[in-house]
């Protein structure tokens, strides 16, 4: 379907105004329902990071926190990202960007690492509370802020490198991704050469 409205005009509204007063207002009802439903995930997901961070909380009470204080926070967000609102969509989606390729890396790096163990070891580490792997969430800070430094290129911060390059665009996403890897790959490299392996399950 196609619709005609003013450029400056509210995408929903552009688009609903061709309508059928009672069919427009079903059309705003299933928008409404759908971001609710789209949400449901999310509180979910956040439940489970709560658990698996180890919060001894009730599972309600922890949903209820992840919906109340992301609620407000993501509400204040959408405020501020009202004025010239395509700009700053542009740059949310940029910062995006920026912390899933130094995550990605980590979880690659990581399977690549853990490939040949076997699948009872790998499990045992899932619900182990005191394994700790320090090298994920230093090597994806690491990766994050210096390709945010050497790379970024929005209206808000542009890198070292885009400013006296410009041709070269935004290569957060690669250079986080890389930076990361090493990093990873680069310290299991030295303490596993300095910790004996571990016996595989039978």
Not at 42 to 58: C, D, E, V
Not at 149 to 171: A, M, R
Request: charged share 10%; proline share 5%; with cysteine.
């Amino acid at each position: 379907m196609t619709g005609i409205g003013a450029i400056n005009a509210n995408p929903t509204g552009a688009f609903t105004g061709h309508l059928p007063t009672f069919l427009a207002d079903l059309t705003l009802l299933a928008i409404a329902l759908g971001a609710i439903a789209a949400n449901v995930l999310n509180i979910y997901s956040g439940a489970l990071s709560f658990t698996a961070m180890g919060i001894k909380l009730p599972l309600k009470l922890r949903r209820a926190l992840v919906a109340g204080v992301f609620g407000v926070i993501g509400f204040i967000a959408a405020l501020t990202g009202l004025h010239d609102a395509g700009t700053k969509y542009n740059n949310f989606l940029l910062v995006i960007a920026y912390w899933i390729a130094p995550w990605l890396a980590v979880v690659f790096c990581d399977q690549l690492l853990r490939r040949r163990q076997h699948p009872r070891e790998l499990e045992r580490l899932l619900f182990d509370t005191k394994y700790a792997n320090w090298a994920g969430p230093v090597a994806m800070v690491v990766g994050v802020v210096v390709s945010i430094i050497l790379f970024s290129n929005q209206t808000e911060y542009v890198g070292i490198v885009p400013k006296h390059v410009p041709q070269v665009g935004d290569l957060t996403f690669e250079a986080g991704f890389i930076i990361t890897a090493v990093i990873y790959l680069g310290w299991h490299a030295l303490t596993d050469r300095r910790s004996p392996a571990p016996a595989s399950a039978t």
